[in-house]
């Protein structure tokens, strides 16, 4: 038994096959991501021509097969195209590293609404022209949210300390979180460093990046670029925090992190 499916869907990735067809990649709320293969979709004349373009939001239909792991793309409507965001070798690596967080941890046949908006949401205030490197770490932090790893940036939950600018409303001492190495729970500075010293390699966040992460949540991202835009440093502790993260969670790095990683260093853009 198949059945035919339609709805909205973000394209995550494309491969070329050798016989002129094509395997997508695509995400969608209610059915989570899915793989398809579009037929005949690398030839000059076919339905699909100009349709399939990484990251732009689409309607969708495909037919799928109890069992079988790829479904087959029966037709592609282009909503929002998402060449503009590609125009530069920066749109390039940075789309391509939004894709690759939904191709690692979307689930496939699973609702995912959440991942699903903060993509669209994402790729519509890049349109619109916000930060990219501040979209960048709005998103990151956002999946590991989503995922349920990141820790929550309100209090040491060892003695009950808050962080951030609102400690300095009940005790008059802004307090710093930190990320001991692999750990996956922020601490003050005290229960951290359990003689007195921070063990090397421990990550510091300022107050003012933990008041960020918590805007983070509940602040969407047009509206933190326009009221509160955060400082390089703030961003440059958030990426290496989502880093620290991220990894021991996926048991490696992402690919398009280290491309885009390496690529912009080599530029001076890093
Ligand atoms: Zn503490």
């Known amino acids: 038994m198949g059945q035919t499916l339609t709805c909205e869907a973000l394209l995550l990735d494309t491969v070329d096959l050798h016989d002129g067809d094509r395997i997508v990649t695509f995400l969608t709320c209610e059915y989570g991501k899915k793989r398809g293969v579009a037929r005949g979709a690398k030839r000059k004349?076919?339905?699909?021509?100009?349709?399939l373009q990484p990251l732009a939001k689409v309607n969708i239909g495909w037919f799928e097969k109890e069992g079988r792991e790829l479904v087959r793309i029966s037709s592609v409507d282009l909503l929002r195209p998402g060449g503009r965001l590609q125009e530069d070798l920066e749109g390039i690596l940075l789309t391509a590293y939004l894709a690759d967080h939904m191709i690692e941890f979307a689930q496939e046949n699973e609702n995912s609404e959440y991942l699903y908006r903060l993509l669209d949401s994402t790729l519509e205030a890049l349109l619109a022209g916000v930060d990219p490197n501040l979209a960048a770490r709005y998103f990151e932090a956002w999946v590991l949210r989503l995922s349920g790893?990141?820790?929550?940036?309100?209090?040491?939950?060892?003695?009950?300390?808050v962080f951030g600018h609102e400690s300095g409303r009940e005790s008059g001492s802004v307090r710093a979180a930190v990320l001991p190495p692999n750990g996956d729970?922020?601490?003050?500075?005290?229960?951290?460093?359990?003689?007195?010293?921070?063990?090397?390699?421990?990550?510091?966040?300022?107050?003012s990046t933990v008041d960020f992460l918590r805007l983070i949540g509940r602040q969407n991202l047009a509206d933190l670029a326009r009221e509160s835009p955060?400082?390089?440093?703030?961003?440059?502790?958030?990426?290496?925090?989502?880093?620290?993260?991220?990894?021991?969670?996926?048991?490696?790095?992402?690919?398009s992190y280290a491309m885009m990683k390496q690529t912009l260093g080599r530029l001076g853009k890093g």
């Open 185 to 207: 729970a922020l601490l003050c500075a005290e229960c951290a460093g359990e003689g007195g010293i921070l063990p090397r390699r421990t990550l510091s966040l300022a107050p």
């Open 230 to 255: 955060p400082g390089a440093q703030t961003l440059a502790q958030v990426e290496r925090l989502c880093g620290e993260l991220r990894r021991p969670f996926l048991g490696r790095e992402l690919k």
């Open 149 to 161: 790893i990141f820790p929550p940036p309100r209090e040491c939950p060892l003695c009950g300390r």
């Open 45 to 51: 004349y076919s339905r699909f021509s100009g349709q």
